[in-house]
């Protein structure tokens, strides 16, 4: 299966607005609105924080929204908050009926 | 919602290990079961996933034909049978519920497989 591609790492200032792009195949992120992104901490289990495409789990901020164009999805954290520096991971549903992930995100808020 | 790994340990290239996830909180028929699985230092990896009452099975083709899922819906548990493991599958195993996007993760279970 193939990994999504996304950047190694991302930073921001408290307050910004930070994207992480997820770029995938037509057999994956081009095929369905099955996209969904995690949060992890270190040490800790993943957290969903967006599955569907743009649909978020009760109990996670509105600050955390996701798109998408053609093969590509995006995160966006809008006004960054020092509890956001994590991991982020995309994930994608694919034709073949498994689920492949991005290599995952480093958020630093500066 | 509660999901808690065992089973993991070390194990010498080539052997087998069986990691169970017990569940509840949730009517565990209903739901598709996930196994990720996270390298040290690295990033997620699908690994393999089951639907509810059905039982049909998908696996990443890293596993395929070595690690076998499977559940018993009577007793809400979750397992994953890994067989001729090797280095590369040393990792911490997580039991996930849901397929295509999981809400709920365990705390993970340490598979570590070394001579």
């Known amino acids: 299966q193939s990994v999504l591609t996304q950047p190694a790492s991302v930073s921001g200032s408290p307050g910004q607005s930070i994207t992480i792009s997820c770029t995938g195949t037509s057999s994956d992120i081009g095929a369905y609105n099955y996209v969904s992104w995690y949060q992890q901490h270190p040490g800790k289990a993943p957290k969903l924080i967006i599955y569907?495409?743009?649909n978020r789990p009760p109990g996670v901020s509105f600050r955390f929204s996701g798109s998408k164009s053609g093969n590509t999805a995006s995160l966006t954290i809008s006004g960054l908050q020092a509890e956001y520096e994590a991991d982020y991971y995309c994930?994608?549903?694919?034709?073949?009926?498994?689920?492949?992930f991005g290599g995952g995100t480093k958020l630093t808020v500066l | 919602v509660q999901l808690l790994e065992s089973g993991g340990g070390s194990v010498r290239p080539g052997g087998s290990l069986r990691l169970s996830c017990a569940t509840s909180?949730?009517?565990?028929?209903?739901?598709?079961m996930t196994w990720v699985r996270q390298a040290p230092g690295k990033g997620l990896e699908w690994v393999s996933g089951i639907t509810g009452t059905s039982g049909v099975t998908y696996y990443a083709d890293s596993v395929k034909g070595r690690f076998t899922i499977s559940r018993d819906n009577s007793k809400n548990i979750l397992y994953l049978q890994m067989d001729n493991l090797t280095a590369e599958d040393t990792a911490v195993y997580y039991c996930?519920?849901?397929?295509?996007?999981?809400?709920?993760w365990g705390q993970g279970a340490l598979v570590t497989v070394s001579s």
């Open positions: 909180g949730f009517t565990f028929t209903n739901y598709a």
């Open positions: 569907d495409l743009n």
């Open positions: 996930a519920k849901q397929f295509r996007y999981s809400d709920d």
């Open positions: 994930s994608s549903y694919t034709t073949s009926g498994t689920v492949v």
